[in-house]
């Protein structure tokens, strides 16, 4: 069985199937755990989460769904009708002009409601590895469910501590889980320089791969902007990447 985690999709459905062929995912032995943030970006949702509940029910192995903010949005205009500005300001429009829940059966409603309200908050494997969308403060069951949706304080720490890591100065964060897989803050933030250990796969312009700082991994790499989506293979660091979204949606700026 190889196990593979997935960074943020945001309705990029084209680089959801590439990656998902590219890998070679095994629907019989393999196992895929995603970071969340499936919906809000490109113009078609409704076509990303079918495919996933697709892959649910044809994967002997049951994929982990971990929910992001932009799924805890979704979730809320679901449940309650809540139509957040916020929300349609970032990637949320297209996401509610392609469901037209309002039109909608009831048994496909309550299709879509059970996906997004079973989502996991976290998750945490055999061999103590974390995946979560944000981050954390403390560790996974020791924050409120806002910080896994949100925090960027994780990412930003192993940013600034990665040389230290490196040096043998752990820090307590860290050291309680073996690696920890997460997306929520876009690599494309950073541009790729030549003392980053990103620059032999990225060597002009805004970072479209993995980072990996301290014992974290980022695998948020653009896909809801401009970038790619990734597929790692989480024992062997091996990935494989969409196509970059504004060749796949050339007419839409995604988020």
Known sequence: MR???????????????????RS??????DLLIFLGDYVDGYSQAKETIDFLLELQEKSINKPI??????DWWFLQYLKYGTIDRIWLNNG?????????????????????????????????????????????????GKDDTNTYLWDRYLWFLALELDSKWKNGDKNKIFTQYNEVFIGHTTTMNWVAKPHYPEYENNKTGRITVPMNRCNVWNLDTGAGYRGRLTIMDIDSKEYWQSDMAILLYPEEKGR
Request: net charge negative.
């Open 3 to 21: 196990r593979f985690v997935i960074g943020d999709i945001h309705n990029n459905y084209k680089a959801l199937k590439q990656v998902i062929e």
């Open 24 to 29: 070679n995912y095994n629907y019989n032995e």
């Open 65 to 70: 769904f971990i929910m992001g903010n932009h």
């Open 92 to 140: 949320g429009d297209t996401t509610f002009k392609d469901f037209n829940v309002t039109n909608m059966l009831f048994e496909e409603k309550e299709k879509y409601f059970n996906f997004f309200n079973n989502l996991h908050y976290y998750y945490k494997d055999d061999d103590n590895n974390v995946f979560v969308h944000a981050g954390y403060y403390y560790g996974v």
